[in-house]
């Protein structure tokens, strides 16, 4: 979260324009991937601005290239290992930025050679990264997939086939484009940082319109920005939902990185005026820190529940999770869905629900997976006859244990443990 901002400064720096737009972008860190838990993906935004700036450097940093250079061939490699998604942006923004970058040698360059020459060093620092990405692809397709048409986390067809490609229409992106940006709070209240961030950017704009653009920029290098915006709105617009089997959950991520370069993308407003748009925007980041406070500890006492059931639950324990009510009263998005796992995390256990069973995961097994019914979306198609056995805790949410095992809630099993909308149920 504190790595946006700072790694947007670092980006706007290296652009030779003014850092105070970094501020902005701290409410828009936290928004849909902050509240799906996508944290691979939240760590590669800020690696992939890092990159972007370490690129410019690269090109345009006279005497200190090679140090530029090597700072973007690890930082690049770092974005690819924690999430290809990042490192696809970059694939379309380094060239980019390589296109519209001018670089000092070039006023006295003749020839092709001459300017290729100063920027060796910043296509060297790429070539690692590309390396290892050209690798992992021929790793990746070379592998069978598993194909199961209508199981979830399975490939329904080839990679790229119509059949294995969900789609959104561009109705539904553009209706999503900024709700996804604030949707944490029930309340609606986390939308309030959003909209500071927006009066704000419209004030900019307008004051950079009125007085005009500082920067003393060319047209082909002010439109960097504005440039990089447009890859990450055609990302978000143009891919598909979910490559099944391989990347889920694909184009709506870019919206916040789409964001994120728009701010950055505000006209070079007057010296004069900077200093008042920092103070602004220092204003967005204490109203984000008063809601999401508030937010977060409305939620931590409401989570608060799972404390007495992990303290019911046994060292070692194997729990299934049958989560009928995976929704909060306080966060939108569905926090509770893998609420087993919270319990067999605390206490050293295993649950029937993992992503190292799907094969886009690094993650595997030592020995057999415990066994687990279809989906976790289907609690209802739990069948305890032939599931059971191979667990000794069972943590319910939403539905009464009694609907669920009758007469062996009695007769083997026991309530351990009740919380909330929860029960933790163990084999007597």
């Avoid at 140090?67 to 980019?96: E, K, N, T, Y």
């Avoid at 306080?330 to 509770?336: A, L, N, Q, S």
């Avoid at 609420?339 to 995961?361: D, I, M, Q, W, Y």
């Amino acid at each position: 979260m504190v790595g946006l901002p700072l790694a947007l400064a670092f980006l706007l720096r290296a652009l030779g324009r003014p850092t105070w737009p970094s501020l902005l972008a701290l409410p828009l860190a936290y928004g849909d991937s902050f509240g799906w838990g996508f944290i691979n993906y939240l760590t590669a935004l800020p690696l992939a601005l890092l990159c972007c700036g370490l690129f410019v450097r690269a090109l345009t940093g006279t005497g200190r290239r090679h140090l530029w250079a090597s700072g973007l061939a690890a930082c690049l490699i770092a974005v690819l290992l924690f999430h290809v998604q990042a490192f696809a942006f970059l694939g379309l923004a380094l060239p980019w930025l390589l296109l519209t970058t001018p670089v000092p040698e070039d006023a006295g360059a003749h020839g092709l050679q001459a300017r290729l020459r100063p920027r060796l060093p910043a296509l060297l620092g790429v070539t690692p990264g590309v390396a290892l990405f050209l690798s992992w692809v021929v790793l990746r397709l070379g592998q069978p997939s598993e194909v199961e048409t209508g199981a979830p986390w399975k490939a329904w067809g080839p990679m790229l086939s119509p059949q294995n490609l969900s789609w959104k229409s561009f109705a539904q992106n553009r209706a999503e484009l900024l709700e996804v940006l604030a949707n944490l709070l029930r309340d609606g209240s986390d939308r309030w940082p959003l909209y500071a961030v927006g009066a704000v950017a419209v004030g900019a704009l307008v004051l950079g319109v009125v007085r005009g653009d500082s920067s003393g920029e060319r047209l082909l290098a002010r439109s960097r920005l504005p440039g990089l915006v447009l890859i990450a709105l055609g990302l978000f617009f143009l891919l598909p939902f979910d490559i099944r089997g391989y990347i889920y959950y694909l184009n709506t991520r870019y919206a916040q990185l789409a964001a994120v370069l728009a701010v950055a993308s505000l006209p070079v407003t007057q010296p004069a005026l900077r200093r008042p748009l920092l103070w602004a925007s220092a204003a967005c980041a204490l109203l984000l820190a008063l809601v999401l406070g508030r937010g977060f500890r409305a939620f931590s006492r409401e989570a608060s529940e799972w404390d007495a059931l992990a303290e019911a639950t046994a060292p070692r324990a194997r729990v299934m999770g049958l989560i009928f009510d995976s929704g909060s009263r306080v966060v939108r998005h569905p926090v509770f869905l893998h609420g087993a796992a919270e319990l067999a995390r605390a206490r050293g256990g295993s649950t029937n629900f993992s992503f190292a069973l799907t094969p886009h995961s690094p993650l595997r097994y030592r020995g057999t997976p415990p066994p687990t019914f279809p989906s976790e979306w289907r609690p209802h198609d739990f069948d305890y006859a032939s599931q059971g056995p191979a667990y000794d805790h069972f943590l319910v949410r939403g539905v009464h244990p009694s609907r669920i095992f009758g007469e062996r809630l009695q007769r083997e099993l026991a309530v351990a443990a009740e919380s909330g909308n929860s029960w933790l149920v163990r084999r007597r």
